[in-house]
């Protein structure tokens, strides 16, 4: 697509934490780098590993322009003609390259950037699960275009190395993706319909008007323990029903997450570092009793061997 668009578009707000976690990949990547550079071995890794996935995502997008429909007034132009509209409705300027690509049945769609190069990739098994229903269509191509207003397939080889911090990145995944349900709510303008589209994320386009949201929203409150915690940290993308939560906070209003379960969560994983340096520390003692205990034979065979003090060789 080469047009541009110029309206305002509605005013997101971010979510809470995103800036913040964002401000300290940065940090923390930064950080990283700059062990990386004064080591000659990192930096030879970092470069095999970027270059690997470099050209992984290469390959990616060349699948999607050579084998995937790309959306214009020629192809698909209703379609071609809503990505326009929702576009300009949250106010991105420059137009990505929009396609629809069948997936074997994925509910799924992305964003990302090649090159300077941005794209949408619409999946036509999410799009035909949302059926007659606008809204929860507009919902799904909001979202996507949201991760491209907001600017989160921009900094990715910034922030790579945080990305592999224990639940660092994925923390900040997750945020993103609730601030680009909120741009799929701008884009879709009602509130049903954008719960729809994440409903049927969730139980597929056949049974997804037949959900109770109400109780989908409440099942959050089932990984209010440590070790689904620790799991739910571990994901890219929050788990369905706190998103449903999120957009609309009215079906769950009377309902909390017990923080019983991020408590546990934080205790083992401060059990798990303990035994770790407890461990290593150990270890240490060991190895360095073992290597004192190796060298004490020619220690005592040297001592053995020197002539003994008051004499001298080689009269």
């Avoid at 809503?82 to 949250?90: C, F, G, P, S, Y």
């Avoid at 923390?171 to 409903?199: H, M, P, V, W």
């Avoid at 049927?200 to 949201?213: E, F, M, Q």
Wanted: aromatic share 8%; charged share 20%; net charge neutral.
């Amino acid at each position: 697509m080469t047009a541009t668009m110029n309206a305002p578009g509605a005013a997101v707000e971010r979510w809470p934490t995103e800036l913040p976690l964002q401000a300290l990949c940065i940090l923390v990547s930064l950080g990283i780098y700059l062990l990386l550079v004064v080591t000659v071995v990192g930096a030879v890794y970092a470069l095999a590993f970027g270059l690997f996935f470099f050209v992984a995502h290469a390959i990616l997008v060349a699948q999607v322009r050579g084998s995937a429909v790309r959306l214009g007034p020629d192809q698909f132009p209703e379609l071609y003609r809503r990505v326009l509209d929702i576009a300009t409705r949250i106010g991105l300027d420059d137009l990505p390259d929009a396609y629809l690509m069948q997936a074997g049945g994925a509910l799924n769609a992305f964003a990302t950037r090649f090159l300077g190069l941005n794209l949408i990739v619409l999946y036509s098994d999410l799009l035909e699960a949302c059926g007659d229903d606008e809204a929860a269509r507009d919902m799904i191509i909001a979202h996507e275009l949201g991760h491209l207003k907001a600017g989160h397939v921009k900094v990715r080889w910034l922030m790579a190395p945080a990305m592999f911090v224990p639940f660092l990145g994925t923390a900040l995944s997750r945020a993103r993706e609730y601030t680009c349900d909120r741009y799929g709510l701008a884009g879709a303008g009602d509130r049903s319909g954008a719960l729809l589209g994440l409903t049927i994320l969730a139980a597929g386009g056949k049974h997804a008007p037949a959900v109770n949201r109400r109780a989908l929203a409440r099942q959050r409150e089932d990984l209010a323990t440590g070790w689904l915690t620790i799991g739910e940290w571990f994901g890219t993308h929050p788990p369905l029903s706190k998103r449903i939560a999120a957009l609309d906070p009215a079906l769950v209003e009377g309902s909390t997450v017990p923080v019983s379960g991020r408590v546990r969560a934080l205790a083992i994983i401060a059990a798990f570092v303990a035994v770790v340096v407890v461990g290593s520390a150990l270890l240490v003692g060991v190895w360095s009793r073992a290597l004192r205990e190796a060298r004490r034979p020619a220690v005592l065979q040297e001592q053995e061997s020197a002539p003994p003090l008051g004499t001298s060789e080689g009269r």
